[in-house]
């Protein structure tokens, strides 16, 4: 079988891009008579998606994936690549790839090992000049390529992330109360929600928002991280190790954060 398009799925269970690719499939309402493939989503992506799943078995960012993408991408006139490791050889298949941001590979020096650094170069190169169009996800990742990777500006479409139906007004102040007293926030608050990495920039608000605590106007302030792998803060620096104030908190099955650690002392 043919497929009108083909979507790399394997991140489908990954946090950033897979959140992004489990927004889409989520809401695309296609017409019958555009047949789309998950390609690497077979085996419990556990998702009810009304689309054909396909094996694609090859990990991500490795040579056997280049080896493999000739045979997926010959069952699809149209191959969908959520990140930047897009096939090197496409054949007659049309690409589509979405560029999320490339902030990692511009301050590579301070986030990148030199052949991590490689990789992302020529990928990020080979995505620009092969993709027959590239969706940005912001204004700013649309210049980013033009200038550091001399884009077409015509060949990108900038098309902004969606919100999650999860997130929603909370209209009993008793719900917001009990969130707020389990992770012992008592005063205004910061929110960071994201991963723990370094190109995440949280290394740098960490010590800014200590800075804040003495000041009048922080008060009892209290920086809360939603995201599990929080324990990074302290583990990876010890100058924030110490850090008062900061509540470290995971997003759990349901839309209300569970506890993943105790506030760090």
């Given at each position: 079988m043919t497929f009108a398009v083909g979507i790399d799925?394997?991140?489908?269970?990954?946090?950033?891009?897979?959140t992004y690719l489990r927004g889409i499939l989520s809401g695309l309402q296609p017409p019958a008579s555009l047949t789309i493939g998950l390609f690497g989503a077979a085996g419990g992506n556990g998702h009810d998606l009304p689309f054909e799943a396909r094996p694609f078995n090859s990990q991500i960012y490795t040579v056997r994936e280049q080896l493999e993408y000739p045979v997926r991408l010959s069952e699809c006139r149209?191959?969908?690549?959520?990140?930047?490791n897009v096939p090197l050889m496409k054949g007659k298949c049309r690409l589509v790839v979405t560029i999320h941001d490339i902030i990692?590979?511009?301050?590579?020096r301070q986030f990148l090992n030199p052949l991590q650094a490689a990789y992302a170069g020529r990928m990020m190169r080979a995505a620009v000049r092969t993709a027959d169009r590239i969706i940005a996800v912001s204004q700013s990742t649309k210049l980013d390529l033009i200038q550091h990777f001399?884009?077409?500006?015509?060949?990108i479409e900038v098309i902004y992330e969606g919100v999650s139906a999860d997130f929603e007004p909370v209209k009993h102040p008793a719900a917001i109360e009990e969130v707020l007293k389990k992770h012992a926030i008592n005063g205004p608050y910061f929110l960071y929600v994201g991963m723990i990495k370094p190109h995440k920039n949280i290394l740098w608000l960490v010590p800014h928002f200590r800075g804040l605590r003495p000041q009048k106007t922080a008060g009892s302030s209290r920086l809360s991280s939603a995201r599990r792998s929080a324990s990074r803060i302290?583990?990876?620096?010890p100058s924030t190790s110490c850090a008062s104030g900061?509540?470290?908190?995971?997003r759990g099955p349901s839309r209300r954060w569970a506890s993943s650690t105790a506030p760090l002392r």
């Open positions: 799925a394997r991140m489908l269970q990954h946090t950033g891009i897979g149209l191959w969908h690549s959520p990140h930047y990692h590979w511009i301050y590579r001399n884009a077409l500006p015509e060949k302290s583990s990876n620096t900061i509540a470290t908190c995971s």
